[in-house]
């Protein structure tokens, strides 16, 4: 039984996360990657940032990680997230469960990524094809009328 | 007035819009809230508090919890992990 | 928009099959994997052997596949099984879909594998660390009073 | 009365419990119904009609369907596969 949780600068390697997660008890095994999109709320994505206030993140991964291992029974569960510059079709974020059976992997998996989305201290600077960028939940998003996309004023 | 020392950490839009990593600020701000609103006056932030989170030395926090000398406060803009 | 399924009879490269389904377009990635496991119904499993009638096998997923891309709106799902001999750990059958949004990469991803598991003419055969062995549904479960596992009388 | 050549193939537990992989039959049976009921008087399969499905000329069939001259028909045991 067991939980890891960290950010990497570089691509993620995904078999070694695996193998972290392998257990002769286990039966199911569930995935999920995000990778970067060309494009997000009609506009042409070209590359992406992303941030984290690590420290907070970290717990807050670890916080989650073990919730999913209580509340769904799971064996393992393990995720990784990038930070840095990301090109579209990079792997963003990986998040794997181990479990006895595939209903209760899934669920935790799914449980993960979705909390992971939404608790983690982590943020998303989009650049587009037509020059402009934007933090992602910030500048287009918390201006729903506007929806500006030009670089911070 | 007293008042206290506390380190401020800026990410993302936040930390573009106050042109630095982070300062170290002597303030008479007795609340997180009051520490923002003192923070907007000096940068131009376009998040209204209503939009952050914050955390005092890297936990989540209440805006209304009264700051200590020495304190770590983050501002946390909407966030988009994943 | 893609799908596509195959029996394997050594070990499933999952980068091969992942990278089959790359796509600039989506944002998210499931994948299951079901594993060997060391135990089933209270009994220690050492290696197992599966079996299909492939021709069959191979048109039902086909269908499946189509079915999950027509029906989750998912962008490519693929799916390869395993036959022959098996030992504890080893990787039986791999499920993956990737899709614009993760909800309809996790929602194609469980319906494939459940659907798999339901409809395809595929058969495993237990070793038991007793000595013993059986075809899974076929002879402990068809009797459950009996609870046999026995070889073919 | 009318005969058919029908090709049979065995999967799994029927495969062991008929002890080849196959045979051709020539046979009076009118459906697969009929055909399993005869080839049980031959093998010892343990298995009833009732837990098996069929399928004839690799496609999922009805057990009432008449069979015709070269059909291939296979008798398919509770599956087990992912």
Not at chain 2, 26 to 40: F, I, S
């Amino acid at each position: 039984m067991g939980t890891r949780f960290e950010f990497s600068l570089t691509a993620i390697d995904t078999a070694r996360w695996r193998a972290t997660l392998a257990d002769p008890a286990c039966g199911g095994y569930a995935a999920f990657e995000g990778w970067v999109r060309n494009h997000n709320e009609g506009l042409q994505v070209q590359r992406l940032e992303y941030e984290a206030f690590e420290a907070l993140a970290a717990n807050e991964a670890g916080l989650i990680l073990a919730q999913a291992l209580q509340r769904f029974g799971v064996a393992h569960a393990a995720c990784v997230h990038r930070v840095g510059e990301l090109a579209v079709g990079e792997m963003a974020v990986w998040v794997g469960v181990s479990a006895a059976h595939r209903d209760e992997a899934f669920r935790a998996c799914r449980f993960i990524i979705d909390e992971i989305k939404h608790r983690l201290p982590i943020w998303k600077k989009e650049h587009y094809r037509n020059g402009d960028s934007g933090w992602v939940n910030c500048e287009r998003c918390a201006q729903p009328g506007a929806h500006q996309h030009a670089p911070p004023r | 007035m007293s008042t206290r020392r506390i380190s401020v950490q800026y990410y993302a839009l936040l930390r573009e819009q106050a042109g630095c990593r982070g300062e170290q600020v002597e303030t008479a701000a007795v609340t997180a809230a009051d520490l923002y609103a003192e923070l907007r006056r000096r940068h131009p932030f376009t998040l209204d508090a209503g939009m952050l989170r914050v955390a005092v030395n890297a936990q989540f926090s209440d805006w209304s919890r009264p700051l200590r000398d020495g304190d770590a406060v983050v501002f946390i803009p909407p966030v988009a992990g994943g």
